[in-house]
């Protein structure tokens, strides 16, 4: 399993923390809706996590947990997530989507939730200098912003996957 946060210190044992204060005073952090979802340039539309430089193979079943909560509830409709697994060149420059899902729900505003996405990867071989990635976006059309929230022992976000190299 992944931890969201490897090589952190232990998980926060109090309410879920702010980790965009730059942004706002909200607690986890704020992903925006946008139309381009996981491709989306917005510095506030995607959040991508970079697997270590160890895992060079993934392999067959993934799940990804991700605590989340919507920003205001009032709104008709869903709030609604994706997630992906990248294989991205060094510079970024480069990503091929290797596999992503999307999971609906409609969680009361500030009750962070976990949303389960099923990320099953094809077998996958680095090429040299690639890393592989996960990144979250919000689909244009959910209902609100989106929080998300890992790291705490209430809302402790992983990824199970199959890896070749850990």
């Excluded at 992503?100 to 962070?112: C, K, M, Q």
């Amino acid at each position: 399993m992944l931890d969201l946060v490897p090589d952190a210190a232990p998980q926060n044992a109090g309410p879920v923390p702010n980790y965009d204060t730059d942004r706002n005073d909200d607690p986890g952090l704020t992903i925006r809706p946008t139309p381009q979802g996981l491709t989306t340039t917005e510095p506030d539309g995607v959040q991508a996590w970079r697997f270590p430089a160890a895992v060079t193979e993934l392999q067959g079943s993934a799940t990804l947990e991700l605590f989340t909560a919507a920003a205001d509830a009032s709104g008709p409709g869903q709030l609604i997530v994706r997630a992906g697994v990248f294989d991205c060149d060094a510079a970024r420059e480069a990503c091929v989507r290797l596999v992503h899902d999307t999971v609906a729900g409609r969680p009361e505003a500030g009750a962070f939730v976990p949303f389960v996405f099923d990320l099953a990867v094809p077998a996958t071989t680095l090429a040299s200098g690639h890393r592989f990635e996960l990144w979250v976006a919000v689909i244009s059309g959910s209902m609100s912003d989106v929080w998300i929230a890992y790291d705490t022992a209430d809302a402790p976000s992983t990824l199970a996957i199959a890896t070749g190299s850990l």
